[in-house]
């Protein structure tokens, strides 16, 4: 079994920052790629950020695109999420997802690309 386990959500005003992490354990896996999605309150989960493992490419929402940037650390097994200038319209859940080298190829912005996923960690940003 493989777990994720996100960390560093919190409050924050509007404009300010906050850095995601989400640590992957437990079964070793060949990793095709893993990614951040959100879920605010009455809306379906949505794409944040995806980083491809092979190639390091990295994929971004339009919504976030030039504010959050993803990252990764290999020796850690762990994947960062830096949100910077945050907006109120940024509050939500959000979930750490990795996907298998089994489904290689298949769309990184697509939830049915990933096997495992964390509980979530809340992000809420205040105006």
């Known amino acids: 079994q493989v777990q994720l386990v996100e960390s560093g959500g919190g409050l924050v005003q509007a404009g300010g920052s906050l850095r995601l992490s989400c640590a992957a354990s437990g079964r070793a896996f060949s990793t095709y790629a893993m990614g951040w999605f959100r879920q605010a309150p009455g809306k379906e989960r949505e794409f944040v950020a995806a980083?491809?493992?092979?190639?390091?490419?990295?994929y971004y929402a339009d919504s976030v695109k030039g504010r959050f940037t993803i990252s990764r650390d290999n020796a850690k097994n762990t994947v960062y999420l830096q949100m910077n200038t945050l907006k109120p319209e940024d509050t939500a859940v959000y979930y750490c997802?990795?996907?298998?080298?089994?489904?290689?190829?298949?769309?990184?912005?697509?939830?049915?690309?990933?096997?495992?996923w964390g509980q979530g960690t809340q992000v809420t940003v205040s105006s």
């Open positions: 980083i491809k493992w092979g190639t390091s490419n990295t």
């Open positions: 997802a990795a996907a298998s080298s089994l489904n290689w190829g298949k769309l990184v912005f697509v939830k049915g690309t990933y096997d495992y």
